[in-house]
């Protein structure tokens, strides 16, 4: 079976339109199907298993699939070498100029000439973002939890290589181990990634039946996270080396928790601030007196209402707001007075205010006598 002849995505049996978990799918199926180990001594499954696997190598990366779409096979085979040489036969006839890139390397340095070495590094694991909702309390006291999520980990069955236990990687014919392939554009070289090993040097012959070659497995995995207290919406916790697993034993990624505050019934909060409304009587306005509001630690803040005090007045309690995240102390809460008018009373209650109001000199309320000596004057007495 000749891959070089066969339409990959043919191959695979998927549109040319597939999305990535489309072809992941189809690949692993017919991966499954094909397997030596399902198919002992079988030529022809194993033919169709390399081609499979040769097919998802080049469609499951954004780069290489691009190429292939482009350039069809001749993307990988014509003119294309490890050292140099033209990118689809396209610049035949200037091979005086074939090493200049070796030229330039010598005078300049590696930047002009590329590596010379084998490019082995895997791609380290993905960071990974989870949204967590706490309750204002639980930003207070903080608290350690449990979380399970779906990340890619590291194959057990090949400790992380993507081969077959027993098995490991060529040399990259194509790059020939380089990792890279050079191809000449005019009086320059242009060095890129090689699409057949991705930059490794190296392939997979013999692709681990677990991880299907990519070295590590999607699975459920319990995680204990601690919640500092003081935070607030938008903080951000990582938990290092907890995201996704690296291709084929590289470092894996951070797992990063964001932080959510639900609203709260009674508080508001503005950084270590909080912030509350409080309904008083207006007796206890034009008397004085004092209100209770629960505190966040369990305890009551005693709220002294001065005599003559007037709605929408703010009135300041320091040290009983949030925790400092990661520091001491606590910032303040902030108590808004507003003043509430009786809208149900006795008769006796009614003779009581009559009887008051029968005493007003204008003197016990100077906003308001205020506000009349304005209207005075703006309208001419």
């Known amino acids: ?25 189809a690949y692993r199926k017919l991966a499954m199907k094909w397997h030596p180990d399902r198919n002992p001594g079988d030529a022809e499954a194993e033919a169709r298993f390399k081609a499979v696997g040769e097919a998802y190598e ?31 036969g396209g610049y035949g006839g200037q091979e005086g100029f074939a090493d200049i890139g070796e030229i330039f ?21 993905a960071d990974l973002r989870y949204d967590m909702q706490v309750t204002l309390e639980e930003a207070f006291h903080g608290k350690s939890t449990e979380i399970e999520i779906e990340v890619s980990q590291s194959c057990e069955t090949c400790d992380g290589s993507g081969a077959t236990p027993g098995t490991g990687e060529r040399q990259c014919n194509l790059c020939g181990g380089m990792g890279a392939v050079r191809a000449k554009q005019g009086l320059f070289v242009v060095e890129r990634p090689c699409p057949t090993c991705a930059g490794r040097g190296a392939v997979i012959e013999d692709p681990c039946n677990d991880c299907l070659g990519e070295g590590r497995v999607d ?13 607030d919406t938008g903080t951000r916790i990582r938990l290092s ?25 009674l508080f508001e909060r503005e950084g270590t601030t909080l912030a509350t409304r409080v309904p008083i009587s207006f007796t206890t306005a034009a008397l004085g007196g004092c209100v209770e509001i629960p505190d966040l630690d369990g305890s009551t803040n005693t709220i002294d209402i001065p005599a003559g005090m007037q709605s929408g007045k703010q009135l300041r309690v320091r040290g009983a707001g949030m925790p400092v995240l990661q520091g001491r102390g606590r910032g303040d809460l902030v108590v808004e007075i507003m003043v509430e008018t009786p809208t149900r009373l006795t008769r006796r209650q009614k003779e009581i205010l009559e009887e008051f109001r029968g005493t007003e000199t204008g003197d016990e309320c100077p906003e308001s006598r205020s506000f009349l000596s304005k209207l005075k004057d703006a309208f001419g007495g």
Not at 254 to 261: E, G, K, M, R
């Open 105 to 125: 390397e010598t005078i300049f340095g590696s930047a002009f000439g590329g590596a010379r070495g084998p490019r082995t590094q895997a791609r380290r694991g």
């Open 241 to 265: 080396g907890k995201g996704e697993a690296g291709q084929r034993g590289a470092s894996p990624g951070d797992l990063y928790i964001f932080i959510h505050v639900k609203p709260h019934d």
């Open 219 to 231: 699975r459920p995995q319990a995680l204990k996270v601690d919640i500092p207290p003081g935070v």
């Open 58 to 88: 080049c469609l499951k990366d954004p780069q290489k699939r691009a190429a292939y779409d482009r350039y069809g096979h001749d993307a990988f085979t014509q003119g294309m070498s490890g050292g140099g040489g033209g990118f689809g």
């Open 1 to 25: 079976m000749s891959q070089t002849q066969i339409d990959y995505y043919q191959t695979l049996g998927v549109s040319r339109d597939a999305d990535g978990t489309t072809i992941k799918s």
